[in-house]
C-alpha cells in the first residue's frame, strides 16, 4: 500500500541551527503540506504545496520556514534558526490524484528536539 | 475563522459500553474527517464524510454528519482496549488546498477490562 514517508524519524538539534525535515509523498499525489504537533496538544496546519508553490500557510509558517520540492519525489519543510519552541512531531501529507476531494494521508512523523 | 471543537477531551470506558464523541464546528465546509493517532504515532483516517446525513462505519465505530448542525459524531459500540486511543475530527479549510485541515484538540479515549 503506498505511504508517505518522513526522515528523519527523530532530530536532536541546537537552538538556532538549521534542520531540513524530509518527506516522500505517495507517488501521483498533488498536493502536500506539512503539520505539526507540538506534544500532547492538537495537530496544526502549516503549509500547502500544489503546483510547485505554496498555495496555503497558517500564521505559524513564518519566515523562518521554508518548503521546497527539490525533485519530482522528495517535499522539505526547511526551519532556518530554531527555537525551543519548534520542538515539535512534524508530519508531512499528500492528497489529491487529480480530483477534488480526496483525503490527506500522513506520514509516521519526525520529531524534533530543539535543546 | 473556521474551530472545531471536540468534546469530552478524556473519556474513560469500559469493555462493552458504548459513547459518542461530538465535533461541533463553525463554519460552513464540504469536508469532514476522523483520524486516530496512537501515542507517539501518525494520524490513521478512520473515516471521510462528504455530505450532509453521511454515516460511515468500520468495526465498532461508526460516524456521522449533520453539515446544518455543523456536527459529527464518533459512537463506539460495544468497546474493547484495543480502541483506546486519541480521535481527531478535522474539517477542510477551504481554499484551493484540500488538506489544509482545521483538527480538533482530540478525545483521548481509554477503555478498561
Known amino acids: 500500500e503506498p505511504e508517505v514517508t518522513q526522515t528523519p524519524s527523530h532530530q536532536v538539534t541546537q537552538m538556532g541551527q538549521e534542520v531540513i525535515l524530509r518527506c516522500v509523498p505517495i507517488s501521483n499525489h498533488l498536493y502536500f503540506y506539512w503539520y505539526r504537533q507540538i506534544l500532547g496538544q492538537k495537530v496544526e496546519f502549516l503549509v500547502s504545496?500544489?503546483?510547485?508553490?505554496?498555495?496555503?500557510k497558517s500564521e505559524i509558517f513564518d519566515d523562518q520556514f521554508s518548503v521546497e520540492r527539490p525533485d519530482g519525489s522528495n517535499f522539505t519543510l526547511k526551519i532556518r534558526s530554531t527555537k525551543l519552541e519548534d520542538s515539535a512531531m512534524y508530519f508531512c501529507?499528500?492528497?489529491?490524484?487529480?480530483?477534488?476531494?480526496?483525503?490527506?494521508?500522513f506520514g509516521q512523523g519526525t520529531r524534533l528536539t530543539v535543546v | 475563522e473556521l474551530k472545531v471543537e471536540q468534546n469530552p477531551l478524556f473519556l474513560s470506558m469500559q469493555e462493552g459500553k458504548n459513547y459518542t464523541i461530538y465535533c461541533n464546528y463553525s463554519?460552513?465546509?464540504?469536508?469532514l474527517y476522523w483520524y486516530r493517532q496512537d501515542p507517539g504515532k501518525s494520524l490513521e483516517s478512520l473515516f471521510v464524510l462528504l455530505s450532509n446525513g453521511a454515516v460511515k462505519q468500520e468495526g465498532r465505530l461508526m460516524a456521522s454528519l449533520d453539515t446544518k448542525a455543523r456536527l459529527s459524531t464518533l459512537h463506539i459500540t460495544a468497546a474493547v482496549h484495543d480502541l483506546s486511543a486519541t480521535y481527531f475530527c478535522?474539517?477542510?479549510?477551504?481554499?484551493?488546498?484540500?488538506?489544509?485541515?482545521?483538527f480538533g484538540k482530540g478525545t483521548k479515549l481509554s477503555v478498561k477490562p
Open positions: 478535522a474539517v477542510a479549510g477551504g481554499g484551493g488546498s484540500q488538506g489544509n485541515l482545521i
Open positions: 504545496f500544489y503546483n510547485n508553490e505554496i498555495s496555503e
Open positions: 501529507a499528500s492528497s489529491g490524484q487529480g480530483t477534488m476531494n480526496t483525503e490527506a494521508f
Open positions: 463554519t460552513t465546509s464540504d469536508r
